[in-house]
């Protein structure tokens, strides 16, 4: 397969250019903070419940609050319908995705509670736990929960021997390498980095820092989506 | 990049940076390297100290709050009572005003009874104490109660009790508001309604400015039955 095209990839994207992102804060009337993130052709849904009291109670801690995540794909978000429920997979990603989040929290501030985050991914086009992560983050200050910072999360990959930014379903299946990664951009913290795929050292720390440039342009519109839940209402 | 809007306050996200000046450091914020940054999603204040205001998140009791409850369950010694946060509080019989016996609590307080409590202890594991206000329990057995957001109570207040007056003088209620956020209403039926559809409009706009002259105005327009489709 041909990924590359005069310096364009398949779909017309240069090779440091994200999908279009668009976030909207507090979707869900039920839950105490949410986000909806459609990335490209993602559609992602976060909802955070939280602090609250722990149930199994075995499960809570006596000085702080624990976090548990969710991340969980609905049957009709890939093409072949996906049997419901966690495998391997998905168990694997919430996983990692509750490890992404869960230093920015401030958890020393309620004890024996939780903050549960469900992530449903309503339509998958690869850089799903990515997209998850960011709408997490989002939903998590709609909620109200103190934070150090925001995490944003974005993908990097390597398709004919070219690096690039936020890879499409068909560059990450048929592509050389795929590597997420989350960070609080402000500090430079990476809390997520996983890779498939081979890449060499110099394309490595040249890949790490166009991911760096994407985290950064999704916490700007992070930012700017939670903004614009208040200003908007204001301009009625 | 951090552009300033000229609402009348700044709103920030977790992770912005408020200012170089560690001593300025209050609420809804966290220094590191000697500055200040926002801990979470809310209104940035910067008079002398810079604190930021939620606009979301749970009530946490602090000492000397007067809350509304619903008691959820009786144990021997123990009212358990839901204050609208993460934790459960108690209150002890011998708080009561007057000796009880464990038989007697039921006479007092049933399960899902709402009473006017005042915290008076909050520990390290968020154990909360409850005690009736000023020596006398108040269980509300008539007028309704209704939940708002904790961090709008003080728009529900308004400056120096202005807006609950402005509610009070408009419709025939009484009108107590807890700090965490659920507030009684008590008088006839139609001002109730109309009290408790005051108070979600200013739960939705509390951040707005001119809210006052706005609900003057809806109040007024609802006395009169003219319903205006905005």
């Not at chain 1, 200050?141 to 944003?152: E, K, T």
């Not at chain 1, 050292?201 to 985290?215: R, S």
């Not at chain 2, 209704?146 to 109570?153: A, E, G, N, Q």
């Amino acid at each position: 397969m041909e990924f590359m095209k005069n310096g364009k990839r398949i779909d017309d994207r240069l090779p440091n250019e994200l999908r279009p992102v668009k976030f909207e804060v507090g979707v869900l009337e039920r839950a105490d903070g949410s986000c909806y993130v459609e990335h490209g052709r993602n559609k992602v849904i976060a909802a955070v419940y939280g602090p609250r009291a722990v149930h199994p109670r075995h499960l809570q801690e006596a000085n702080r609050a624990i976090i548990r995540y969710r991340y969980n794909m609905a049957s009709f978000s890939v093409e072949e319908r996906k049997r419901p429920g966690p495998d391997r997979r998905s168990i694997e990603i919430s996983k990692v995705s509750r490890e992404a989040i869960d230093p920015v929290i401030i958890k020393e501030f309620y004890p024996r509670s939780t903050i549960d985050i469900f992530v449903e991914i309503l339509q998958a086009d690869a850089g799903t736990r990515s997209a998850g992560i960011n709408a997490a983050s989002v939903a998590l200050a709609d909620a109200g929960v103190p934070m150090r910072g925001l995490i944003s999360s974005c993908a990097v990959g390597k398709v004919d021997d070219t690096v690039v930014l936020d890879l499409v379903k068909e560059e990450d299946n048929y592509g050389q390498a795929d590597m997420p990664i989350a960070m609080d951009v402000r500090t430079g913290e990476v809390t997520l980095l996983q890779m498939d795929g081979h890449l060499t050292l110099e394309e490595f720390e040249q890949a790490l820092e166009l991911a760096k440039t994407g985290c950064a342009r999704i916490a700007e519109m992070q930012r700017e989506a939670l903004i614009q839940k208040y200003r908007g209402e204001e301009n009625e | 990049m951090r552009k300033k809007e000229k609402v009348d306050k700044t709103i920030v996200v977790p992770g912005d940076l408020l200012s170089d000046d560690a001593a300025k450091a209050a609420e809804g914020t966290y220094t590191e390297n000697g500055k200040v940054y926002s801990l979470i999603y809310g209104l940035a204040d910067e008079r002398e100290k810079i604190r930021v205001i939620p606009l979301s998140g749970k009530y946490l009791p602090t000492i000397g709050d007067v809350v509304i409850g619903m008691v959820s369950d009786i144990s021997f010694s123990n009212w358990k009572v839901n204050i609208n946060s993460p934790y459960e509080a108690l209150m002890h019989i011998s708080e009561y005003p007057r000796r009880i016996e464990s038989s007697e609590m039921a006479k007092i307080m049933r399960v899902g009874d709402l009473a006017i409590f005042k915290v008076i202890d909050v520990d390290q594991s968020m154990k909360i104490e409850l005690a009736p206000r000023e020596g006398q329990l108040r269980v509300l057995r008539s007028g309704r109660v209704v939940d708002v957001s904790y961090t709008k109570v003080p728009r529900v207040i308004g400056r120096a009790g202005s807006m609950v007056s402005l509610l009070k003088d408009k419709l025939d209620v009484n009108i107590f508001v807890g700090k965490n956020g659920r507030i009684w209403i008590n008088g006839k039926a139609a001002d109730e309604e109309l009290a408790v559809k005051a108070i979600k409009r200013i739960e939705q706009e509390a951040h707005t400015s001119g809210l006052t002259d706005r609900i003057t105005k809806f109040l007024e327009e609802e006395k009169h039955g003219i319903y205006e489709e905005r």
